[in-house]
């Protein structure tokens, strides 16, 4: 069965970088977009990032120049690289498989991994 599974989330202080990977199964996710949502707390989720099937990346404006979203078709896996991290970036973070022109709202999401960002 289609799963995404995230990992990479933890607390780290402002100004350092995580590296969140989502690894898919049950689909090759090549063929599909990939992106990442993220849900602080009382707030709604929100994309953050996707990268389409055919190449090419799609960032919201908060993270661009920060956040740096790739594939690994090999490994059948999404990282989502985030740099100058800020407290604002605090949430727990979702990869979620879309259509390949990251258009529609996602079918299938991971459990989440949460990224604090705290000194």
């Known amino acids: 069965q289609v799963q995404l599974v995230e990992s990479g989330g933890g607390l780290v202080q402002p100004g350092g970088s995580l590296r969140l990977s989502c690894a898919a199964s049950?689909?090759?996710?090549?063929?599909?977009?990939i992106a990442w949502f993220r849900q602080a707390p009382g707030k709604e989720r929100e994309r953050v990032s996707c990268?389409?099937?055919?190449?090419?990346?799609l960032y919201e404006d908060s993270v661009k120049g920060r956040f740096t979203i790739s594939r690994d078709n090999i490994k059948n896996t999404v990282y989502l690289q985030m740099n100058s991290l800020k407290p604002e970036d605090s949430a727990v973070y979702y990869c979620?498989?879309?259509?390949?022109?990251?258009?529609?709202?996602?079918?299938?999401w991971g459990q989440g991994t949460r990224v604090t960002v705290s000194s």
């Open positions: 979620a498989r879309t259509n390949a022109y990251c258009s529609h709202q996602p079918d299938y």
């Open positions: 049950g689909f090759t996710a090549v063929y599909y977009g």
């Open positions: 990268t389409p099937s055919g190449g090419g990346t």
